[in-house]
């Protein structure tokens, strides 16, 4: 890996570099424990990049956006960090905090019909290397383009304006705190003051009526795991890679509010859960696989979304188990009842999971393994062998909801307000599917990412399975009773 290459020595200063006093932070600081997992368990042929697509309508001059993302990577230094050479027999791997950039981050790909298609290729084959800070990779995307192999699912003409696309390295930070960096570029660029968006304090609302205890699996029972189906290609030789749709569904109805400034029933992130449980329930069910509980992965972001936010891995992930569907076969996905008293469960669940005390962010046994009194290389051999063993044991897949995106995300009055915004997560076997979703100021679309692990699926199965989401979600929206005068609430993600 490029991880045990040895650092680079400090350049020149990058081109658009601002320079700036010495920060704070200490110069050298020892992996967190997710940083830590991340890098035992790196695969060359499984890269653990996250993908962030921002799409504006407008053009953006070249000097002044690298200038402006060069004082955005100063404003958050912690971002400006490098892997320190570790050997096997060292007792941690260490970050080292840069004053400047090692290199250029900042990239203009010649324009054309496949310049986008082969941006976000570069995005899951391509990782942005940690023995040269910033561990991340800025693509500017101007037209003519077409989304080519990789267009949005529902073959929507490409906009004629910008497209942003960051490649992250996982190991050293998450979405939202590389989103955090686009956000200050953005105000950098358009000259706007930050926009607050956290300083009000949540508003209080009436807890509505106790539902149903939400179910719980037996201890050791094994998850769900998604069918593998390459039906219509030859599988890889190695198995490995991953694929990613785009799409953009609208945002299900939900059931008005009983009183005005009560807390709805359920959420638009409760309505993607029970989507995903559907989905992975009907495709499993397809595929003549024994009934068992659908476990989804849901990252939590207590984080601060303003200027001072914490740069790193700073979600936790949180499982949110689901009961095995019913086995009667040839049956639709679910019938409006079941599924609304599912809908309450989940909300019920989902509250609990975000108000409680936050803790380790990968629970105890990853807290044990990165504590234990041993040379990373030993601490390695044994994570990833844990890892094999605890493979049956996987949730079924992650659901990754940003929500309504923080940030006006405005780069003036040349490249406008940001009017789509996808993620995407790594797909590493053996769970294989990521599904990230996001909307934009307007909250009326939810524009989805889903990826998967190419030992999983092909692409006409992803697609496949990509339609059993559309109508699972569409089979959680609301429905009021026949003769009812009630408006539904449209929701924001």
């Known amino acids: 890996m490029t991880a045990l290459q040895p650092a680079r020595p400090d350049p020149p200063r990058s081109r658009g570099a601002r320079p700036h006093t010495p920060f704070s932070p ?56 490098r ?22 981050p900042v990239a203009f790909p010649p324009p054309g019909p496949d310049a986008l298609a082969r941006a976000r290729t570069r995005a899951l084959t391509e990782c942005p290397p940690l023995d040269a800070a910033p561990p991340v990779r800025l693509e500017v995307i101007e037209p003519p383009h077409t989304t080519g192999h990789h267009r949005t ?40 003051t930050p926009a607050s968006v956290s300083a009000s304090a949540p508003t209080p609302h009436p807890e509505p009526p106790a539902p149903p205890p939400h179910y719980r699996p037996r201890p050791l029972t094994r998850p769900a795991r998604l069918a593998p189906d390459h039906t219509h290609t030859t599988r890889p030789g190695n198995g490995n890679g991953n694929g990613m749709l785009l799409t953009e569904l609208p945002v299900p109805t939900r059931p008005p509010r009983p009183t005005t400034g009560a807390r709805p029933p359920y959420t638009v992130n409760d309505q993607l859960l029970v989507a995903t449980y559907l989905t992975a329930a009907r495709w499993n069910e397809l595929h003549d696989r024994p009934t068992a509980p659908v476990v989804i992965t ?45 809908l309450h469960q989940t909300a019920a669940r989902t509250r609990a999971l975000k108000s409680a005390t936050p803790g380790s962010q990968l629970g105890l046994p990853a807290t044990l393994l990165t504590s234990l009194p ?99 979600l569409a089979a959680t929206a609301y429905r009021p009773p026949e003769g009812a005068a009630t408006r539904p609430e449209g929701g924001t993600p």
């Open 26 to 81: 200490p110069a050298r600081i020892p992996f967190p424990l997710v940083d830590e997992i991340s890098r035992h368990c790196l695969e060359d042929d499984e890269p653990e990049t996250v993908h962030i697509e921002v799409h504006l309508p407008g053009r953006l001059d070249h000097e002044r956006l690298r200038t402006a993302f060069h004082q955005a990577l100063a404003r958050h230094p912690r971002i400006l960090m």
């Open 83 to 104: 892997q320190v050479p570790t050997r096997w027999w060292h007792r941690h791997y260490t970050w080292q905090l840069t004053p400047t950039p090692d290199r250029d």
């Open 153 to 192: 699912e529902d073959h929507r003409p490409a906009a004629a304006g910008t497209v942003l696309l960051l490649t992250v390295h996982h190991t050293a930070l998450d979405g939202p705190a590389c989103l955090r960096i686009l956000a200050t570029a953005a105000e950098l660029y358009g000259g706007t």
């Open 298 to 342: 849901m990252p939590i972001d207590d984080r601060p979304r303003g200027p001072h936010m914490p740069i790193g891995n700073g979600t936790r992930l949180t499982p949110v188990p689901f009961p095995p569907p019913p086995t009667t076969p040839g049956t639709p996905l679910t019938p409006l009842a079941p599924l609304t008293s599912l």
């Open 374 to 472: 041993l040379p990373v290389g030993a601490r390695r051999a044994l994570t990833r062998a844990l890892r094999s063993l605890a493979a049956p044991w996987t949730p079924t897949t992650l659901l990754s909801n940003i929500g309504r995106v923080p940030y006006p995300l405005d780069f003036g009055a040349t490249g406008g307000r940001a009017t789509a915004v996808w993620f995407s997560a790594p797909a590493r076997m053996p769970r294989g599917l990521s599904i990230t979703t996001a909307s934009t100021h307007d909250g009326n679309r939810i524009h989805l990412a889903l990826r998967w692990s190419r030992a999983l699926l092909d692409d006409a199965a992803a697609a496949h399975l990509l339609a059993l989401f559309r109508s699972s």
